[in-house]
C-alpha cells in the first residue's frame, strides 16, 4: 500500500486523483469516477468532492493508498 501525504486536514477525491496521476485536471474526474470504481475505506464513492482524512484508504484499480496527514 502506498501513502498518499496530505498537509491540509483533508484532500477532496479529485485532487487526490490528480496527485495520483490518474487525470491531468479536474474537469476529467467526473468521467474517470463513473468510469472506475473509487473505494474509500471498502466503499463505492461517486462525489468528487468527498473528503478524505489522515487514515482513509482509497482504492482506485486495484491499487490502494493510505492518506496520511504530515504536518511541514
Known amino acids: 500500500m502506498q ?3 496530505i498537509v491540509t486536514e483533508f484532500i477532496e477525491l479529485q485532487n487526490a486523483l490528480k496527485l495520483l496521476n ?12 463513473q468510469e472506475n470504481d473509487c473505494l474509500i475505506n471498502g466503499t463505492k464513492e ?4 468527498r473528503k478524505l482524512f489522515d487514515g482513509d484508504i482509497l482504492e482506485i484499480q486495484n491499487k490502494k493508498y493510505l492518506i496520511k496527514h504530515e504536518t511541514s
Open 46 to 49: 461517486t462525489r468528487r468532492g
Open 3 to 5: 501513502e498518499l501525504i
Open 22 to 33: 490518474y487525470i491531468s485536471t479536474g474537469g476529467e474526474s467526473k468521467w474517470f469516477i
